[in-house]
């Protein structure tokens, strides 16, 4: 089956830091990442969709300059959490559409637990 | 607007069979996936339906009934690697998922 690999797993920042994730297909081309947060307790809520070679679709609600995406080949996306505060401590997760899926399905990472000190 | 609506916690015994509703009101329609979601972890896929019936796959089964804009998924012989979270998604007409909050299914013994 398909692969979404992301990186870091976890990682914990001092309030003001800029944090780097990395989302990749690892055996498919994506023409489209999407990304994720997810509180404790709450479902997923989409930050964004992105298509590889154009500028990120946002979410209302979600600050582009503040989440910064890159989606820079078919196998590549990454999100940058720029000076980063507590409150941005979640669960983000990329998922990844198949370039000839035929059921549109998304397929997962395993997310990274982001917690900002 | 889109809504999506399945109960929020479940309770079911080892060895029993449940069935996980969920309703949508959605702008069109491409098909309706289920999400398997273990605590602290990320949604693994369970099924696809797009036309209305029964998918049987395993344990796991999916129904859909466009009709009535409802789905649900019933798991048999229940184990406790079962308890976890369910999450039903529509795929719109602008093909963008449209999630539900999930429901937190327990496995008592």
């Known amino acids: 089956g398909a692969v979404v690999s992301q990186h870091p797993s976890r990682v914990i920042c001092k309030s003001g830091t800029s944090v780097k994730i990395e989302c990749r297909s690892l055996?498919?081309?994506?023409?489209?990442m999407f990304w994720y947060r997810q509180f404790p307790k709450q479902s997923l809520m989409l930050m964004a969709t992105?298509?590889?070679?154009?500028?990120?679709?946002?979410e209302q609600g979600v600050e582009k300059d503040k989440f910064l995406i890159n989606h820079a080949s078919l196998t590549l996306s990454t999100l940058t959490v720029t000076s980063a505060h507590p409150e941005d401590s979640s669960f983000y997760i990329c998922?990844?559409?198949?370039?000839?899926?035929?059921?549109?399905?998304?397929?997962f990472g395993p997310g990274t637990r982001l917690t900002v000190l | 607007g889109q809504n999506i609506d399945q109960p929020t916690e479940m309770t079911a015994t080892e060895g029993a069979i449940v069935q996980i509703n969920c309703t949508y009101q959605?702008?069109?329609?491409?098909?309706l996936f289920w999400y398997q979601q273990h605590a602290g972890e990320a949604p693994t896929f369970l099924s696809y339906n797009v036309l209305d019936g029964l998918e049987e796959k395993g344990r796991f089964s999916s129904f859909l009934s466009r009709s009535k804009g409802y789905s649900y998924l019933l798991l048999k012989e229940l184990q406790m690697k079962d308890s976890a979270s369910y999450l039903c998604a529509v795929l719109d007409s602008n093909y963008q998922l449209i999630w539900g909050a999930g429901t937190k299914l327990i496995i008592k013994p």
């Open positions: 992105s298509n590889e070679g154009s500028k990120a679709t946002y």
């Open positions: 959605t702008s069109g329609f491409n098909g």
């Open positions: 998922s990844a559409r198949h370039l000839a899926g035929e059921m549109n399905e998304q397929f």
């Open positions: 055996d498919f081309q994506a023409t489209t």
